[in-house]
């Protein structure tokens, strides 16, 4: 009985898949997902008003590029410790502060943060990086590679806060003391 062309082209196929697997390969399957990370950071702009930079990148092994941010919110959740005074976002996107959160869209596909890159955002507000820090889950957010609604695929991802300059400055300084002490 002869087998169809298709199914011998299948066949074929995972017998060389588990040859590879036997032998101590991998195979790679591309998935259309969402790997999105990101950092903020913020510094003081004018007395009590601080102005943050938020920097969203999308992996290099997705195919899958991000099309819109809720930043600081998951469903139902709003992070950020008070509502920002103002948003914006980078060239083709626009900024939506809604309650403690802010939505970053894409104004088209083309303005989209493909895999492998990054764009940088811009919010400013009257809480300070150490209150941003303070804040349970201030960080957690929900990428999209459509509109910000339920579109799938989304993934939710946690912004890391950098740490404020006058800290890492002090923490310098710590140090050079400290070692300037153990050589006396």
Known sequence: MKMPSVFNSMLTLLFAGAMALALGGSLTLQAQTINASGQVSGVLSSPGVYHYSLTIGEGTGTTTPIASIWYAWVP?????PSVPTSASGPSGWTANIVANSIQFSANSSSDDIAPGTSKTFDYFATFSPA???AAPNSGRSVAYAGAVDASSPSEIFTVQIA????AAALGLVGLFLLRRRLRA
């Open 76 to 80: 139902g959740v709003f992070y950020l």
């Open 163 to 166: 740490p404020e300059p006058s």
């Open 131 to 133: 209150q941003l820090a």
